[in-house]
């Protein structure tokens, strides 16, 4: 496995409501894909709308994340992350949240819009393309201006339920609106995650797409994590070595296990 694919800096376990295997199983997938480095990123929701509203438990994340590095530290640095699902309702919420609970590395990201699910149909029915993009890159923008994050994860998330019937999305189309959110991104501090997970649902790319990521790099982005948004094992670290060969011919440096040092990402 090639150097810029050591580190997967976003994956779930049972400690999300939406993934059914055990930590170890996790990091046993990691230590055989040859990783060196795996971080748990696993969902704190806001939106008592979201299905997996008041599941998280951090003491009992906390201590799991102490037996997996009891386990296997000497082998694998075992980040404590976490996947906050944004939503501009609850910025005041999230900050006391984040300010009272200590991780290594928290990934902001939308999964809810009028209190529905972005990555699934029932966002889009009923609406225009216009009344789907317009306020989800309003809300990323808000994200990036709150100063939450300093990671942010898979940035065009909701392309994932796009109807075919609209054709092609058209980056040239919401062009400004996405470089406005790149723009609040950079502006706070933060990087983008390039998330594989979209090339293994078959999109043919990840989250956000390439013309995003070129966006990014041109606005002045240098650094990116990868991360596979496994919640299986198999799922592991995939398309690391395309992706991550594809992001470095770009110019890009893909954030390694070193951003996983305490006080790397406070
Ligand atoms: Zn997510
Ligand atoms: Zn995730």
């Known amino acids: 496995m090639s150097k810029f694919s050591k580190a997967d800096f976003h994956v779930h376990s049972s400690f999300s409501l939406d993934s059914m295997t055990h930590m170890f199983e996790m990091c046993e997938a990691a230590i055989a894909r040859g ?28 201590a799991g994340i102490q037996e997996a590095r009891a386990r296997y530290g000497h082998i694998l640095r075992i980040g404590m992350g976490a996947e906050v ?78 109807p075919p019937t609209w054709g092609p999305f058209s980056f040239e189309h919401w062009q400004d609106h996405i470089a406005r959110a790149l723009e609040a991104i950079l502006a706070s501090g933060a990087t983008i995650e390039v998330n594989t997970s979209g090339i293994r649902k078959g999109l043919g790319e990840p989250f ?21 948004d496994a919640h299986r094992p198999w799922h592991v ?30």
């Open 237 to 266: 670290a995939g398309y690391f070595d395309i992706v991550g060969a594809r992001l470095e011919q770009m110019g890009l440096a893909v954030l390694g296990p070193e951003t996983l040092s305490p006080g790397f990402d406070q």
């Open 35 to 62: 990783l060196t480095s795996v971080c748990f990123t696993e969902h704190v929701e806001f939106d008592p709308a979201d299905f997996g509203y008041g599941f998280f438990d951090y003491d009992r994340y906390r």
């Open 85 to 162: 699902s944004f939503t501009s309702k609850k910025v005041d919420e999230i900050r006391d949240f984040l300010a009272n609970h200590e991780f290594d590395f928290v990934l902001g990201s939308l999964h809810m819009i009028d209190e529905l699910f972005i990555g699934g149909d029932e966002y889009f029915e009923g609406r225009t393309e216009e009344e789907v993009y317009a306020p989800y890159w309003a809300e990323l923008a808000a994200m990036a201006s709150s100063g939450l994050f300093k990671r942010i994860g898979h940035l065009d998330y909701l392309k994932q339920a796009h």
């Open 208 to 228: 956000p797409s390439w013309e995003i990521i070129e966006l990014y790099k041109a606005l002045g982005g240098v650094s990116v994590t990868m991360g596979s």
